[in-house]
């Protein structure tokens, strides 16, 4: 594409603006519309992440719960299945490779907490003193509980920000609070760490030390969730593996006998929750691409009827001294072009959106500049592909013929 | 400078061809300005356009300027009409929404695709219609589109210009305007070979050559020597 073929071109196009415009139009709305759709999509994947992260925590580690395939269908898992013991969190901690820590806790998920004559509902969880540690949480006020709280069987908590603006509004560390007809000294507050998925605020929420719970508390040795923290995060599928070979030899099931527990990884989950791989988005970004080749059609059918619409413009060129190459060369880089400035159209204009988007929702939107490249790219060849048979028909337009016909 | 020999020229497909020249010969030296007349479907427009190298005879021998043009192919035929022969057609014939000045760059970006504007300024000054170099062709007249149009076939000097009926949508100020324009360019030495089927048209030619059929029916020197009458 010489220079001067290229200024040629784009003076066609500015003097056919009309023209232009309808051949740009389905390339524009083609990248629009996947810039856009990746764009939501990853902020989708980025929301769902920070919910879990608010909820889990660390998002390296892996989860055993109780229940699995034998217990489906059956609620109340907190307290009905109690093979899950913190014998099992020990043998994980000694024997699985790549385990770089475990925390052990038992749940009650709606317990009544009372302080200065005030009362709040809470998830407690009494839980060994790494489990903060592993959760990646940190401290608003004093300090999480430990080890030799948890051998003294102290009557100490550790309260979400939540739970200590609505009982203590004026400092919560030293203060008294009751639990399950038991006094507990708050000895820290969690940092806030927002909403988790569903909404629900991850700073309501008080832990107890795990010794104490199990013998003073919830009286029972069987745990609600044991929490593994891996060294290696990207190994985590054959960690989970072996964390589930273990405990499934520890808790005799054999054979073709269904598991009474589960293994979760939250990277996982959150693949699947953000639902990247939805039908709704799949469906965009076939759209996206049916704008594309829609718009490859028009650019087509546009450039087709312009080479008969053109014959003579394209015979006087032919008599001043153009060749057939030329005339080819002209057509198809009115193909390209108007394509390739289409393409950059549609990307700007959905970088605009991000921002505009980004600016008014306060969503964490950004531009996903590898799909857009990607599309712009396919927009560019599908305009150049459009451009060849137009392009061929100019070419072969006999000038002698046309100008005959003309006179 | 141009010898055309045995030229023939059929149209159409081998089952009904039409002959639009048969077995034309014709020697036209340098310099010389000749008008071509006869009746519609004589073939004159048939053989400006072989003798402008937009059209390939059927068979026969075309020499320009000592090269035999009749054997060449697309990209050569391009150079020569780009680099020796200059165009001027009955309906002007400049392109659409592209404006005087760029209708006489045309041919420079076909050539070595550099504009060189002095040269266009010349020729625009040349034909008189610099004041429209930045009009577009709808808003000139019959008479300004035309000589736009000279200005563009002069632009890569050519040696020959071919011209077909160039006064033949032009009111007769106009036309005598044109034709004074074409004998001026042939005093400063430019070849042209004009097809016209107006008799006092055709006397501003130094010889006339009419053709009827396909064939040369007759020759005859100029009534009137070209630029007795201005």
């Given at each position: 594409m010489s220079d001067a073929t290229v200024r040629l071109v784009l003076r066609t196009l500015r003097r056919n603006k009309g023209r232009s415009f309808v051949m740009a139009l389905g390339f524009i709305v083609g990248v629009v519309s996947i810039t856009l759709t990746e764009a939501t999509g990853e902020a989708a994947r980025t929301a769902v992440r920070q919910s879990f992260r608010a909820m889990i925590g660390d998002l390296d580690v892996l989860l055993?719960?109780?229940?699995?395939?034998?217990?489906?269908?059956?609620?109340?898992?907190?307290?009905?299945?109690?093979?899950?013991?913190?014998?099992?969190?020990?043998?994980?901690?000694?024997s699985v490779p790549n385990v770089a820590d475990v925390g052990v806790a038992q749940v009650e998920l709606g317990a009544v907490v009372e302080a200065n004559g005030r009362n709040t509902t809470t998830p407690l969880f009494a839980t060994s003193a790494n489990y903060a540690v592993i959760r990646g949480d940190s401290m608003a006020q004093g300090a999480f509980f430990t080890d030799d709280d948890g051998r003294a069987l102290a009557r100490v908590a550790v309260i979400g920000s939540d739970v200590a603006r609505e009982l203590f509004p004026t400092g919560a560390v030293g203060q008294h609070l009751r639990?399950?007809?038991?006094?507990?000294?708050?000895?820290?507050?969690?940092?806030?760490?927002?909403?988790?998925?569903?909404?629900?605020s991850m700073d309501n929420i008080a832990y107890i030390p795990f010794e104490t719970a199990r013998r003073r508390v919830f009286n029972r040795d069987y745990l609600n969730i044991v929490n593994i923290k891996l060294a290696n995060p990207s190994r985590w599928a054959q960690t989970a593996a072996a964390v589930h070979a273990l405990v499934r030899q520890r808790h005799g099931t054999t054979g073709a006998a269904l598991d009474d527990f589960r293994v979760t990884s939250p990277q996982a989950m959150i693949a699947r929750m953000a639902g990247v791989d939805s039908t709704l988005r799949r469906m965009l970004v076939w759209i996206g691409g049916l704008a594309l080749v829609i718009g490859?059609?028009?650019?087509?059918?546009?450039?087709?009827?312009?080479?008969?619409?053109?014959?003579?413009?394209?015979?006087?060129?032919?008599?001043?001294?153009?060749?057939?190459?030329?005339?080819?060369?002209?057509?198809?880089?009115?193909?390209?072009?108007?394509?390739?400035?289409?393409?950059?159209?549609?990307?700007?204009?959905?970088?605009?959106?991000?921002?505009?988007?980004?600016?008014?929702?306060?969503?964490?939107?950004?531009?996903?500049?590898?799909?857009?490249?990607?599309?712009?790219?396919?927009?560019?060849?599908?305009?150049?592909?459009?451009?060849?048979?137009?392009?061929?028909?100019?070419?072969?337009?006999?000038?002698a013929d046309a100008l005959r016909a003309a006179e | 400078m141009i010898a055309l020999s045995e030229i023939t020229k059929h149209y159409g497909g081998t089952d009904h061809p039409v002959t639009a020249l048969a077995s034309v010969s014709l020697a036209i030296g340098r310099g010389e300005f000749v008008a071509v007349v006869g009746p519609s479907g004589s073939g004159k427009s048939t053989l400006l356009q072989i003798i402008g190298?937009?059209?390939?005879?059927?068979?026969?021998?075309?020499?320009?300027?000592?090269?035999?043009?009749?054997?060449?192919?697309?990209?050569?035929?391009?150079?020569?009409?780009?680099?020796?022969?200059?165009?001027?057609?009955?309906?002007?014939?400049?392109?659409?929404?592209?404006?005087?000045?760029?209708?006489?760059?045309?041919?420079m970006l076909y050539g070595?695709?550099?504009?060189d504007?002095?040269?266009?300024?010349?020729?625009?000054?040349?034909?008189?219609?610099?004041?429209?170099?930045?009009?577009?062709?709808?808003?000139?007249?019959?008479?300004?589109?035309?000589?736009?149009?000279?200005a563009r076939a002069?632009?890569?000097?050519?040696?020959?210009?071919?011209?077909?009926?160039?006064?033949?949508?032009?009111?007769?100020?106009?036309?005598?305007?044109?034709?004074?324009?074409?004998?001026?360019?042939?005093?400063?030495?430019?070849?042209?070979v004009m097809v016209t089927h107006d008799a006092a048209v055709a006397r501003r030619a130094e010889r006339v050559i009419e053709l009827a059929d396909g064939r040369i029916a007759g020759t005859s020197a100029p009534a009137v020597l070209a630029g007795a009458s201005r």
């Open positions: 055993v719960q109780p229940g699995g395939d034998a217990q489906r269908g059956r609620a109340n898992l907190e307290t009905s299945i109690t093979t899950l013991t913190a014998d099992d969190a020990a043998a994980i901690r000694q639990m399950k007809a038991i006094d507990f000294t708050v000895v820290g507050v969690i940092a806030p760490n927002g909403a988790g998925p569903g909404g629900f490859g059609i028009v650019v087509a059918v546009l450039m087709l009827a312009a080479a008969s619409a053109r014959r003579i413009e394209i015979a006087v060129r032919r008599a001043v001294g153009a060749t057939r190459a030329d005339i080819r060369g002209q057509f198809w880089s009115e193909a390209a072009l108007i394509s390739a400035a289409a393409a950059v159209i549609g990307a700007a204009i959905a970088n605009g959106v991000i921002a505009a988007g980004a600016f008014m929702m306060r969503a964490q939107l950004s531009m996903p500049w590898a799909a857009t490249l990607g599309a712009v790219l396919v927009t560019i060849a599908i305009g150049t592909a459009a451009g060849y048979l137009p392009a061929r028909r100019a070419a072969s337009i006999a000038p | 190298c937009l059209d390939v005879p059927t068979s026969g021998t075309y020499v320009l300027d000592g090269t035999t043009v009749s054997e060449m192919d697309d990209a050569t035929l391009s150079r020569i009409r780009n680099e020796r022969i200059g165009f001027v057609f009955q309906s002007f014939n400049l392109i659409a929404r592209t404006t005087v000045a760029e209708n006489v760059e045309t041919p070595d695709g550099r504009i504007r002095a040269r266009v300024e010349h020729v625009l000054e040349r034909v008189r219609i610099t004041h429209r170099a930045r009009h577009f062709p709808h808003e000139l007249s019959g008479g300004e589109q035309q000589r736009a149009a000279i002069l632009v890569r000097s050519p040696s020959l210009l071919i011209a077909d009926e160039p006064t033949g949508n032009l009111d007769s100020a106009n036309g005598a305007q044109i034709l004074s324009l074409l004998s001026e360019l042939h005093r400063d030495g430019l070849t042209i």
